[in-house]
C-alpha cells in the first residue's frame, strides 16, 4: 500500500492520501496521542493512588485514596489554589485591557520602526522565562513589589501580553474600514464605534487570547516562583516543593499536577462547545 495515490508532478511536494490510508493514518494519530498525553496522565494517576510502587513492579500492589484526601483537606493547597484562581482572572482582564489599544495601534496606524516594535512586543516569547524572571525580579525587589500579588500579576502579565497582543492585531486586521467609515458617516463618535462596531467583532479574538492567557498564567511558575515565592504560593510553586529533590514526593506531586489540569481541561471543553470553528480561527489570526 502506498501513501502516494498519483505521480506527484514535478515541483510539487504535497503528498496525497488514499482512503486506504486513513487507518494507517489513524493508528498514528492515535498512537501519538496515547503516548504523549494519555500514558503520562495514567502513570500520574497511579501515581497519586499508590500505596507503595517500587521495582520490579509493573503497577502498584495496592491503591489507596490517602492522598487525596490529604491534599484536599489542606488548607495551604487550597489557599494556593484560590490564589491561582485570583491571579489568573485579573491577569487575563487586565491583559485584555492593555492589549486592546496597543493591538489597534499595530493594526490600524502606520509608524515608522513598525518591524521593530513587534520584536520589542514578542521579547518575552523569545527569550527564555527564567532569564525574563530574573532581570523583572530585581527591578521588583528595587520597586518594593516582590514578595506581593500585585507583583505576581504584573510578572505574569509580561508573559500572556504578548500573544494577546498578536491574536487582537490578527483579528482587527480583518475588520473592514468601511464598517468604521460607515459608522462614523451615521454620527457616531469614538466611544459608539468602539462599542459596536470594535469590540463586537473583536468577541473572536479576546475569548481566543483569553482563554490562552488564563491557561497561561494559572500553570505559569518561573516568573511566580522568582518574584512571589515563598510569601505568594501558587499551584506550581506548591507543585515545586513536592518535587523537591530532598523531599521529592511523587504521589502528593501527582495529585496536585492533576489539580492544575482541571482548569485547563474546563475551559478548553468549555470553549469547543461555546465557540464556533471559525471564531477561534479569527481569534488565532487564520481568517
Same mark, same amino acid.
Given at each position: 500500500?502506498?501513501? @502516494? /495515490?498519483? %505521480?506527484?508532478?514535478?515541483?510539487?511536494? +504535497? =503528498?496525497? $492520501?488514499?482512503?486506504?490510508?486513513?487507518?494507517? #493514518?489513524?493508528?498514528?494519530?492515535?498512537?501519538?496521542?496515547?503516548?504523549?498525553?494519555?500514558?503520562?496522565?495514567?502513570?500520574?494517576?497511579?501515581?497519586?493512588?499508590?500505596?507503595?510502587?517500587?521495582?520490579?513492579?509493573?503497577?502498584?500492589?495496592?491503591?489507596?485514596?490517602?492522598?487525596?484526601?490529604?491534599?484536599?483537606?489542606?488548607?495551604?493547597?487550597?489557599?494556593?489554589?484560590?490564589?491561582?484562581?485570583?491571579?489568573?482572572?485579573?491577569?487575563?482582564?487586565?491583559?485584555?485591557? @492593555? /492589549?486592546? %489599544?496597543?493591538?489597534?495601534?499595530?493594526? +490600524? =496606524?502606520? $509608524?515608522?520602526?513598525?518591524?521593530?516594535?513587534? #520584536?520589542?512586543?514578542?521579547?518575552?516569547?523569545?527569550?527564555?522565562?527564567?532569564?525574563?524572571?530574573?532581570?523583572?525580579?530585581?527591578?521588583?525587589?528595587?520597586?518594593?513589589?516582590?514578595?506581593?500579588?500585585?507583583?505576581?500579576?504584573?510578572?505574569?502579565?509580561?508573559?500572556?501580553?504578548?500573544?494577546?497582543?498578536?491574536?487582537?492585531?490578527?483579528?482587527?486586521?480583518?475588520?473592514?474600514?468601511?464598517?468604521?467609515?460607515?459608522?462614523?458617516?451615521?454620527?457616531?463618535?469614538?466611544?459608539?464605534?468602539?462599542?459596536?462596531?470594535?469590540?463586537?467583532?473583536?468577541?473572536?479574538?479576546?475569548?481566543?487570547?483569553?482563554?490562552?492567557?488564563?491557561?497561561?498564567?494559572?500553570?505559569?511558575?518561573?516568573?511566580?516562583?522568582?518574584?512571589?515565592?515563598?510569601?505568594?504560593?501558587?499551584?506550581?510553586?506548591?507543585?515545586?516543593?513536592?518535587?523537591?529533590?530532598?523531599?521529592?514526593?511523587?504521589?502528593?506531586?501527582?495529585?496536585?499536577?492533576?489539580?492544575?489540569?482541571?482548569?485547563?481541561?474546563?475551559?478548553?471543553?468549555?470553549?469547543?462547545?461555546?465557540?464556533?470553528?471559525?471564531?477561534?480561527?479569527?481569534?488565532?489570526?487564520?481568517?
Amino acid at each position: 500500500m502506498s501513501a @502516494i /495515490a498519483a %505521480p506527484v508532478p514535478l515541483g510539487e511536494k +504535497r =503528498i496525497r $492520501f488514499t482512503e486506504e490510508d486513513r487507518p494507517l #493514518i489513524a493508528f498514528g494519530l492515535f498512537t501519538a496521542l496515547g503516548l504523549t498525553v494519555l500514558l503520562p496522565l495514567a502513570l500520574m494517576f497511579l501515581w497519586s493512588v499508590a500505596d507503595g510502587w517500587s521495582p520490579p513492579n509493573i503497577v502498584p500492589a495496592a491503591y489507596t485514596g490517602e492522598r487525596w484526601a490529604a491534599v484536599l483537606s489542606n488548607s495551604d493547597i487550597l489557599n494556593a489554589g484560590l490564589t491561582s484562581l485570583f491571579v489568573s482572572v485579573v491577569v487575563t482582564l487586565a491583559t485584555a485591557v @492593555i /492589549a486592546l %489599544p496597543t493591538a489597534w495601534a499595530m493594526a +490600524r =496606524i502606520p $509608524f515608522r520602526a513598525k518591524r521593530l516594535v513587534e #520584536i520589542f512586543i514578542l521579547a518575552p516569547m523569545i527569550i527564555p522565562g527564567l532569564v525574563v524572571a530574573v532581570g523583572i525580579g530585581r527591578l521588583f525587589l528595587s520597586l518594593g513589589l516582590a514578595y506581593s500579588i500585585s507583583g505576581v500579576i504584573l510578572v505574569q502579565i509580561v508573559g500572556t501580553l504578548p500573544l494577546m497582543i498578536r491574536l487582537m492585531t490578527a483579528t482587527l486586521e480583518g475588520i473592514p474600514q468601511e464598517l468604521i467609515h460607515a459608522a462614523r458617516s451615521l454620527g457616531a463618535g469614538t466611544f459608539g464605534v468602539l462599542i459596536h462596531i470594535i469590540l463586537p467583532l473583536c468577541v473572536p479574538g479576546l475569548l481566543a487570547g483569553g482563554l490562552l492567557s488564563f491557561v497561561a498564567s494559572f500553570e505559569e511558575f518561573d516568573k511566580t516562583f522568582i518574584v512571589g515565592a515563598p510569601a505568594v504560593q501558587t499551584l506550581p510553586v506548591r507543585l515545586y516543593m513536592y518535587l523537591d529533590p530532598y523531599s521529592m514526593q511523587l504521589p502528593m506531586a501527582s495529585v496536585v499536577a492533576f489539580l492544575l489540569l482541571v482548569p485547563a481541561l474546563i475551559i478548553f471543553v468549555i470553549a469547543g462547545r461555546v465557540l464556533r470553528d471559525d471564531l477561534m480561527a479569527a481569534g488565532m489570526g487564520k481568517m
